[in-house]
């Protein structure tokens, strides 16, 4: 059905079909996944309460990861509430403005994770290579607007092409073959050339994601080279520990992430089943592994958690 007195002649609702090929373990795979979102739910409302309330965290490196936890909170809310409908209660229909909002979500926020992982990078290469430097180079107020820079740039980098995409015609079919509405997914749909939408994509994500690796890659060569410069064992041990973490949620990002934008658009003899829960995965994985990642590997962090529980003062 199509709305009517409109130019764009946009649909009324999407439908979408969840996990194509599944569909008679769409309410058993519901539990993990809900059980995933949970965890992802209380660890970073957790992580941002330690920070919050502990004022000897308010430092560049645990100011960067709250931000991550209120990205990774909105992310993952921006999916699964609306995918745990879909499999439990077969709940396919969504309207076509609140699936442009989620295109608009998934991606502006995936971009800030992004790059609030690159300016983590670069908290850790001054910490390391100019430790006496880093309280006076990256200030609460730097951190703020590193912080303010990142969101920006998501939300310009992904107005654009939804904007683009609401004022496009679009088929008779109006079913996407996944769980959540992600921009690719609604293209598809689109009866018209799309190329432009495409080509803005792509080389969108190609020079937002591309911009990020390359900025953390070049912080942690310097920071290696840095460390292997260091005299003692014991003190190249404790630079790369207080980097680990940050490695290990950069990987949780990254894999799933890359492999679920290159079969998007290339893959077209990965089976779809892959493809679609390598796209759940990407959405859900980051938002649970950070807290968890941050919370185990990261001292102060894990100190602060141990103290609420067990009701100790610090």
């Known amino acids: 059905m199509l709305a009517s007195g409109n130019t764009s002649s946009h649909p009324l609702f999407f439908i979408l079909l969840g996990i194509p090929g599944l569909e008679n373990y769409h309410f058993w795979i519901a539990f993990p996944l809900c059980a995933m979102y949970l965890v992802a739910i209380v660890g970073n409302i957790i992580v941002l309460h330690v920070v919050r309330t502990d004022h000897t965290l308010h430092e560049p490196m645990y100011l960067f990861l709250a931000m991550l936890a209120i990205t990774d909170l909105t992310l993952s809310s921006s999916t699964q509430p609306k995918m745990l409908a879909i499999l439990w209660f077969h709940a396919h229909e969504i309207e076509y403005h609140a699936c442009l909002i989620q295109v608009f979500f998934i991606h502006a926020f995936s971009s800030v994770e992004s790059g609030l992982l690159m300016a983590m990078a670069l908290d850790r290469y001054v910490a390391i290579c100019f430790p006496l430097h880093h309280s006076t180079i990256l200030t609460p107020a730097m951190v703020g607007k590193l912080g303010a820079a990142v969101m920006m740039r998501g939300l310009l980098w992904v107005s654009p092409f939804c904007f683009m995409v609401s004022g496009m015609p679009f088929c008779p079919n109006h079913v ?45 060569v310097m920071i290696l080279r840095t460390v292997l410069r260091l005299p003692s064992d014991e003190a190249r041990l404790k630079a790369f520990g207080t980097c680990a973490s940050h490695i290990c949620v950069i990987l949780a990002l990254y894999i799933p992430a890359l492999f679920t934008f290159l079969t998007h658009r290339f893959g077209r003899h990965v089976p779809r089943v892959v493809h679609i829960m390598f796209a759940n995965f990407y959405l859900l994985v980051p938002p649970m592994l950070n807290p968890i990642i941050y919370g185990v590997r990261t001292k102060q962090i894990r100190d602060r958690v141990i103290q609420g529980c067990c009701g100790k003062d610090p």
């Open 176 to 220: 996407i073959p996944q769980s959540y509405c992600e921009h690719m997914a609604v293209l598809k749909l689109v009866c018209a050339d799309t190329r432009v939408n495409r080509a803005y994509g792509l080389s969108g994500a190609f020079f937002v994601v591309g911009f990020d690796i390359i900025v953390i890659s070049i912080s942690y």
